[in-house]
């Protein structure tokens, strides 16, 4: 089965923090993807990458950064944390692009102070 | 990627089979229906998917209708551990899957 785990379940930070949430999948996908979640507003797509080194903007990619240095990890930034960005953060990996599915994290609710 | 339409509760009672419901009856040819769930708090969950013919497979199984403008998901023997929200998909092959709403289901002792 895949795998896809996220660093943390919770996180508390305070405005103005860097803050790093880190995606590993174990399934040598090709595509990974961060997502954010919030109440009415259904999965927005933040980043996501098709290889290595690669990044390309979702629909909401404003206040975040990622970074893709190895196949399996796929890390978002937040380089100054704002209340705004309180949510939960899911992160996704799929085998390569076409038809297959995506396969969720367990998801990171982070809450900025 | 087209417009899909659920209800947006229903009850089933354990043990018994759960059929979930979809419209997506702006859907074109080369996309494809996915079914996930999402219980409280977790990552949403892949159930399964297809084009035009009917799927199982462990989890549940996904029968389109012949026009392919609708769909249902039946968990056939349900538990309390499908209590969920559960969503229905109408994806090409962009970069991601658009959540709606979904079906919130609960699982009735």
């Known amino acids: 089965d895949v795998k896809v785990t996220q660093s943390s379940r919770y996180l508390v930070k305070r405005t103005g923090e860097k803050v790093f949430l880190e995606c590993v999948q174990d399934?040598?996908?090709?595509?990974m993807f961060w997502y954010r979640q919030d109440p009415g507003l259904g999965l927005r797509l933040i980043y996501f990458s098709y290889d290595v080194k690669m990044k390309e903007k979702g629909d909401i990619p404003e206040g975040y950064s990622v970074s893709r240095e190895k196949k399996e990890r796929f890390s978002l930034i937040l380089e100054s944390a704002s209340t705004n960005q309180t949510s939960m953060y899911l992160c996704?990996?799929?085998?390569?692009?076409?038809?297959?599915?995506?396969?969720f994290g367990p998801g990171t609710r982070l809450t900025v102070l | 990627d087209a417009k899909t339409t659920q209800p947006t509760s229903m009850d089933c009672a354990e043990g018994r089979a759960a059929n979930l419901p979809c419209n997506h009856s702006?859907?074109?040819?080369?996309?494809?229906v996915y079914w996930y769930r999402q219980i409280h708090s977790q990552g949403p969950q892949y159930i399964i998917h297809?084009?035009?013919n009917n799927e199982t497979n462990e989890m549940a199984s996904l029968i389109i209708t012949e026009d392919r403008k609708s769909s249902t998901l039946i968990l056939p023997h349900a538990t309390l551990r499908d209590t969920a929200v559960y969503y229905c998909i109408v994806r090409g092959t962009g970069n991601q899957f658009y959540f709606g709403t979904g079906t919130s289901l609960t699982v009735i002792p």
């Open positions: 996704a990996s799929q085998k390569d692009r076409g038809y297959n599915e995506q396969f």
């Open positions: 297809g084009l035009k």
């Open positions: 399934m040598d996908h090709e595509n």
């Open positions: 702006t859907i074109s040819g080369n996309e494809y």
